[in-house]
């Protein structure tokens, strides 16, 4: 692992200076567990998030400017989002470290390991490598796509109308011309197509497990809330309902269960 405070993604390949990486480590308010700093619209930020409320884990949501990034600008070197920190002081950056660590402070459990289990742990990956990854092309196609997505910035709290107009705008803007190079990044040719083929691959899965059931059986797994939360981030545009209505409503039924489900019972260490 690396120093004790700061995980950093391990591609990175290197342990790193925390003075060097952070000016002053943000704290977390007072009733929360953690501060998390994330994009509404990230599929990564989202999936971080849909764990943490699986284990009823109180946090506070910081929206970061795409554009400035003054939110995170303590963070010297690591400037993608999500990025936690922890009531102890740990921050962590990356989507699948958080969850990791998230994961490590929960007690113990028959609970737990159902819910870690060798096939959620799969479907989790799967989340990150193959769905997430065709969100942002499926949510920026065009111009007005790109404005619609980021109009929900208005509403961040602290954020004047001047300052939400330019983000929603000139963001808008910046999407639609990387919409491009996403694809080319990912060699796709019709990215409707490809997230269709992807999301068969899930609605087969769980009808392999039976009607109203989950990949976890009829409890959710880690696979059922990585993917819930992925999904959840195109919430608000028009991708979501063409989604929740895919596969014969299949995927619409499973999202209605899982906004329904019960919370996990939390038990951190």
């Not at 591609?11 to 943000?26: A, H, M, Q, Y």
């Not at 764990?51 to 003054?70: N, R, T």
């Not at 639609?176 to 999301?199: F, N, P, S």
Request: net charge positive; hydrophobic share 35%.
């Amino acid at each position: 692992k690396m120093v004790s405070i700061y995980h950093l993604p391990l591609r990175t390949g290197r342990i790193v200076n925390l003075k060097r990486l952070f000016s002053s480590i943000p704290s977390v308010p007072p009733s929360y567990e953690i501060q998390t700093y994330s994009y509404k619209i990230c599929p990564f930020c989202c999936k971080s998030k849909a764990i943490m409320k699986h284990f009823g884990i109180a946090y506070k949501d910081v929206e970061v400017s795409p554009l400035s990034k003054s939110q995170i600008s303590w963070s010297k070197d690591y400037q993608k989002v999500p990025i936690a920190v922890f009531s102890d002081g740990k921050v962590v950056c990356d989507s699948s470290l958080i969850i990791q660590e998230v994961l490590d402070r929960q007690e113990q459990s028959t609970s737990i390991d159902l819910f870690i289990s060798n096939e959620a742990k799969e479907w989790e990956k799967w989340s990150t490598e193959k769905l997430a990854i065709l969100m942002y092309p499926n949510m920026t196609r065009s111009f007005s796509e790109c404005r619609q997505l980021l109009s929900y910035y208005k509403n961040v709290e602290g954020i004047g109308f001047l300052d939400a107009l330019i983000v929603q705008n000139i963001g808008a803007f910046g999407m639609t011309l990387a919409h491009g190079k996403i694809k080319e990044k990912y060699g796709l040719d019709d990215e409707r197509e490809a997230l269709w083929k992807v999301l068969d691959e899930f609605i087969e899965k769980l009808n392999e497990k039976g009607n109203n059931k989950f990949l976890g059986g009829d409890i959710p797994n880690l696979g059922d809330v990585s993917v819930y939360g992925v999904l959840s981030s195109a919430q608000g545009v028009p991708l979501f309902d063409q989604m929740i209505s895919y596969g014969n409503g299949r995927l619409g039924t499973w999202m209605n269960m899982m906004n329904s489900r019960p919370q996990h019972s939390k038990k951190n260490k």
